[in-house]
Nanobody, 115 residues
Framework: QVQLVESGGGLVQPGGSLRLSCAASTISFSRCTMDWYRQAPGKQREWVATITQDYNSFYKGSVKGRFTISRDNTKNTVYLQMSSLKPEDTAVYYC?????????WGQGTQVTVSS
């Protein structure tokens, strides 16, 4: 069982930045592939970024160059640094851990980009 707790969401103006954090309650964090997803109102949840055990990272095209996923295995935490935010980035952001083929989700954190 892995519990995930996201934090760092909030209201930000277009062009601004936010850093999301996701803390995991597992001693096997280093073995997890970690993902960020988001869900905008009225839309399906979509994948945003992934970081593997080996620190390889992958991004949805529309966030590449603006978002950076990273992890700190000493803190059992994955981050999503978001810059140059746009109104279309407004969504609830979720982190997901995949450990031994099983997926675990956090409760989500709201990000609102608006002037």
């Amino acid at each position: 069982q892995v519990q995930l707790v996201e934090s760092g969401g909030g209201l930000v103006q277009p062009g601004g930045s936010l850093r999301l954090s996701c803390a995991a309650s597992t001693i096997s964090f280093s073995r997890c592939t970690m993902d960020w997803y988001r869900q905008a109102p009225g839309k399906q949840r979509e994948w945003v970024a992934t970081i593997t055990q080996d620190y390889n990272s992958f991004y949805k095209g529309s966030v590449k160059g603006r978002f950076t996923i990273s992890r700190d295995n000493t803190k059992n935490t994955v981050y999503l640094q978001m810059s140059s935010l746009k109104p279309e980035d407004t969504a609830v952001y979720y982190c997901k851990a995949v450990l031994y083929g099983i997926s675990y989700w956090g409760q989500g954190t709201q990000v609102t980009v608006s002037s």
